[in-house]
C-alpha cells in the first residue's frame, strides 16, 4: 500500500499569495497516476489535477500541479477567495487507491 | 450535466446494516468504472470500493472486505453498497464518484452514514 504524506497540514496565507503544497508517496507512484481535488465543507470534492501534472476541465490555470515518483507538488499562483479549502492529492496503485491526510488553506 | 445523487445512509446501531445507492445521469454509466469514497472528520477521505463497467470486477480497502459490497444496475443507471457489521469507524459520509482510470472525475453530495447505540 502506498502511503501519501502531504505538508504542511495547514497554511495560513492571504489572498494573493502563493501556495505551495507538498504530496509525497511511500513508493513511487504508477505512471505518475497522482491527482489533485478541493473540497469545501458541505459540497462534493472537486478534481483539480489529474497525471500529476493534467488540469481538469474548467479549472482555472493558477492551479499547477508537478512532480513524478515520489515527490508531488500543487501551486496555486494567487489564491483567490474561493480557494481557501482542503486539498487531497491521491494516487491510483491500481487495485488499491490512497488518498494524502490533506492541507487546509486557510484566511491569514 | 453529470449529476450522482447518493440516499440511504442515517443512524445504525453497531453491528447493523445499510444499503447506499447512487442514481447517475448526464454520461454513459454503464460504460463507466464507479467507486465509493468516504470522509470522515480524523482521516480525511478514503477510497473504499470500485466496480468496473459490469460489475465482474470489484476492490476493497482492507478494512471493510468482508463486510461491505458494491453492486451495479446498468439498466437503472444505479450503484450501490451494501454495508453489513457496521462499526462506530464507518461512520462518515460516503460519496458516489465516476472512476475515470484511477482518479474520480465526478462526485456526489454525500450521505451521512452514523454508527451508534
Known amino acids: 500500500e502506498i502511503v501519501l504524506t502531504q505538508s504542511p497540514d495547514t497554511l495560513s496565507l492571504s489572498p494573493g499569495e502563493r501556495a505551495t503544497l507538498s504530496c509525497r508517496a511511500s513508493?513511487?507512484?504508477?505512471?505518475?497516476?497522482l491527482a489533485w481535488y478541493q473540497h469545501k465543507p458541505g459540497q462534493a470534492p472537486r478534481l483539480l489535477i489529474y497525471?500529476?501534472?493534467s488540469r481538469a476541465t474548467g479549472i482555472p490555470d493558477r492551479f499547477t500541479g508537478s512532480g513524478s515518483g515520489t515527490d508531488f507538488t500543487l501551486i496555486i499562483s494567487r489564491l483567490e477567495s474561493e480557494d481557501f479549502a482542503v486539498y487531497y492529492c491521491?494516487?491510483?496503485?491500481?487495485?488499491?487507491?490512497?488518498f494524502g491526510q490533506g492541507t487546509k488553506v486557510e484566511i491569514k | 450535466e453529470v449529476q450522482l445523487v447518493e440516499s440511504g445512509g442515517g443512524l445504525v446501531q453497531p453491528g447493523g446494516s445499510l444499503r447506499l445507492s447512487c442514481a447517475a445521469s448526464?454520461?454513459?454509466?454503464?460504460?463507466?468504472?464507479m467507486a465509493w469514497v468516504r470522509q470522515t472528520p480524523t482521516k480525511g477521505l478514503e477510497w473504499v470500493a470500485n466496480?468496473?463497467?459490469?460489475?465482474?470486477?470489484?476492490y476493497y480497502v482492507d478494512s471493510v472486505k468482508g463486510r461491505f459490497t458494491i453492486s451495479r444496475d446498468n439498466t437503472k443507471n444505479s450503484l450501490y453498497l451494501q454495508m453489513n457489521s457496521l462499526r462506530a469507524e464507518d461512520a462518515a459520509v460516503y460519496y458516489c464518484a465516476k472512476d475515470l482510470m484511477g482518479h474520480f472525475d465526478y462526485w456526489g453530495q454525500g450521505t451521512l452514514v452514523t454508527v451508534s447505540a
Open positions: 513508493q513511487s507512484v504508477t505512471n505518475s497516476h
Open positions: 448526464g454520461f454513459s454509466f454503464s460504460s463507466s468504472w
Open positions: 497525471g500529476a501534472s
Open positions: 491521491q494516487q491510483d496503485g491500481g487495485s488499491f487507491k490512497t
Open positions: 466496480i468496473n463497467y459490469d460489475g465482474s470486477k470489484n
